[in-house]
């Protein structure tokens, strides 16, 4: 039987080993290797070289496939001194990884030479526990969810679309959500407007629904807009810098405008509509799917427009609705999934259905076509009632 | 040529408040004559100058036919042909 020094000898006879400026060199070639530190996690939290992927030497065998499915492609592994990383070089050629290459002298050797070294963030342990279910999913993960911290998502409407949306980005963690929304906690809003209850009624919604989401969840910053959503303050509200918008807008004007705005500040949009137990769901993103006017050119007019206040909704249905869009919305911020970019989902709850139709920009489209006539806001309570804003305001009033 | 036709919630009250209704024709634009004919009340709601209205989507089998051949664009025996106009969403206070 060999002794431990013995193995580690014959091991490294049979591995390629390089030093630390041998690897910086490999890893500034045209083709990289990929680099893969294989310490333990709090070692790894302490810092490692720059572009390395984590997998633990304990999960080598386990989880270097989802890193590294190619195997003909070259590897670098390194841990603190190059001993667990001989040996795993061997693990790796055994299991017919063709380049395998060990990093003598470490990490240590590493940051001795002065090279450079990254620091990472981690989540720590009242996070880890808060948002263990989605670190358990190798799609969102740690890096995944620091990724939801650090998003910011805009919600158009606190009401019945707004209201899950919110609360379920909260709950993932999204870091910074903004709500802008112009009217108050109305008793009627209660069979359907989640975020709200008895305690806040008469309180303006945006504010209502930051007091529900900082009771669940201290991560999440709620920045609450008590206007209406216009071709006035649009630019001020979108540059405060969102990374995605969720549209659970009441209105065509709203829907129109925030169309525009999207595609002009090329954010993300995710559109969801309800009308007594159905519901549409999309997401338009500027410039490489359809926008909302490449899918209704124009709006219908008034008297072929009942509202949910006229007609009625479900009060379950969006909270389906919304739910989609907050889904959308996270695989958006976490860039994963295939998103509904390009096709419109459509559900009808008395059936109990889903089905889906084909969207696909329209290169005639005012705002987003190849020759847009469209090119600033315009007065959007006109363009879908007719009557210009001013008349519409007053009616409203 | 027997098709389905699905019809939006908002239309519904002209066809008798039916979910969807059969119709015959070899194109969308028989299709929608012979629906139209049928339930004139629909005419002004999905057509316009003899055309698709711009604030209504028709879908055969899933696609937009303004991406096929508009009115012209063949339609199946028993496939689906789907109205859809645009929906505002919740509460409309303003419009």
Partial sequence: MPSYRELLQQVKDSIEEVNATEARDLLATAEPPLLVDVRERDEWAEGHIPGAVHVPRGFLESRIEQVAPDRTRSLVLYCAGGVRSAFAAKTLADLGYESVISLDGGFTDWKRNGLPVQLPRSLDLAKRQRYSRHLLIPEVGEEGQLKLLDSRVLLIGAGGLGSPAALYLAAAGIGKIGIVDDDRVDESNLQRQIAHSLQTLGEWKAESAKRTIEALNPDVEVIPYLERLTSENVDRILGDGWDVIVDGADNFPTRYLVNDAAVWHNIPLVHGSIYRFEGQVTVFKPHEGPCYRCLFPQPPPPELAPSCAEGGVLGVLPGIVGSLQAAEALKLALGIGDTLAGRLLLFDALSTEFSEVSLRRDPACPVCGEHPTITEYIDYVEFCTGRPSDTARATHA | ?95
């Fill in chain 2, 1 to 95: 040529m027997s098709t389905i036709v699905r019809i939006p919630p908002t239309l519904r009250a002209e066809v008798g408040g039916e979910r969807q209704v059969p119709a015959t024709g070899g194109t969308v634009r028989e299709v929608l004559d012979d629906l139209t004919s049928r339930f004139p009340g629909l005419a002004s709601q999905i057509v316009e100058d003899g055309d698709i209205a711009p604030f209504v989507n028709v879908y055969v089998e899933g696609e937009d036919v303004r991406t096929l051949d508009g009115m012209e664009t063949p339609v199946k025996e028993g496939s689906t042909v789907i109205l859809l106009p645009a929906m505002a969403g919740g509460v409309d206070r303003h419009a």
